[in-house]
């Protein structure tokens, strides 16, 4: 990740996850509130956090720890897809719920994606798959899908 855009003036910053952050990732990871929406269920023991962390997170093409201060506190995701689909990445993302509404996911987005194109050049379109009663992921999409670099602009001829 380059330096210069994985910590912002908020003092949030992305980096990738480590073992030592599975005290961390199990406050948030075992919360129900948190995990409603995931296509995981909550996290309830701390091998179980060891576990996903070696085995999902850590390996993941693009998956980073969303941090405050350096305290693990969520994630971010990006998966870039493969064949006909390969020009398109599917976001996810999952915070603690002590920081729900404070704009950090926002954040967080907009320090991702210039790295995400750079490191992935095929990828044209994110796509995120939000549920319609999840109105604070449905904010956080509408937030990145209005900014000016959701998308690369491409010109086909």
Known sequence: MDDDNN???SGICLRPFKASDVDEFLK???DDRVTHYLRWNSI?????A???INNVAIP????QSICLCDHSIGYISFKPQTGDNRCKAHVSYCLAVEHWGKGIVTEALKMALPIVFKQFPQVL???ALVEVENKGSKGVRESWVSQRGAT???CIL
């Not at 309830?44 to 179980?48: A, D, E, F, P």
């Not at 993941?60 to 998956?63: I, M, Q």
């Open 152 to 154: 690369k602009e491409v």
């Open 28 to 30: 948030w990871a075992s």
């Open 44 to 48: 309830t023991s701390k091998q179980q």
């Open 50 to 52: 060891l576990d996903y």
């Open 60 to 63: 993941h093409p693009w998956r």
């Open 125 to 127: 379109r994110l796509e």
């Open 7 to 9: 910590e912002s003036r």
